[in-house]
Nanobody, 115 residues
Framework: QVQLAESGGGLAQPGGSLRLSCAAS????????MGWYRQAPGKQRELVAV???????TVVDSVKGRFTISRDTTKNTVSLQMNSLKPEDTAVYYC?????????WGQGTQVTVSS
């Protein structure tokens, strides 16, 4: 089993920054794909960004140029640096671990962007 623990969520003003972190523990495989998803009120959960153990990244168009995903494979952690935040970024953000198509999820951390 894999356990994921998120941290770093909170309240930010429009244009502000926030950094989310996720620590993985348990039966960890460094080759697994890790990423971040989010779910806003009244909307479906959506992909935000993913990263491989080799450092290849993909971010969705809505956050491109503002969000950056990174990973430290030696510490089994993944982070999401969120800059130039907008109110529409408000959501619960979930850390994700994908191995052989089996998905493991963190408990979620709330990000609220409001003035």
């Amino acid at each position: 089993q894999v356990q994921l623990a998120e941290s770093g969520g909170g309240l930010a003003q429009p244009g502000g920054s926030l950094r989310l972190s996720c620590a993985a523990s348990g039966d960890i495989r460094s080759s697994a794909i890790m990423g971040w998803y989010r779910q806003a009120p009244g909307k479906q959960r959506e992909l935000v960004a993913v990263i491989t153990s080799g450092g290849s990244t993909t971010v969705v168009d809505s956050v491109k140029g503002r969000f950056t995903i990174s990973r430290d494979t030696t510490k089994n952690t993944v982070s999401l640096q969120m800059n130039s935040l907008k109110p529409e970024d408000t959501a619960v953000y979930y850390c994700n671990y994908n191995r052989f198509g089996i998905m493991y999820w963190g408990q979620g951390t709330q990000v609220t962007v409001s003035s």
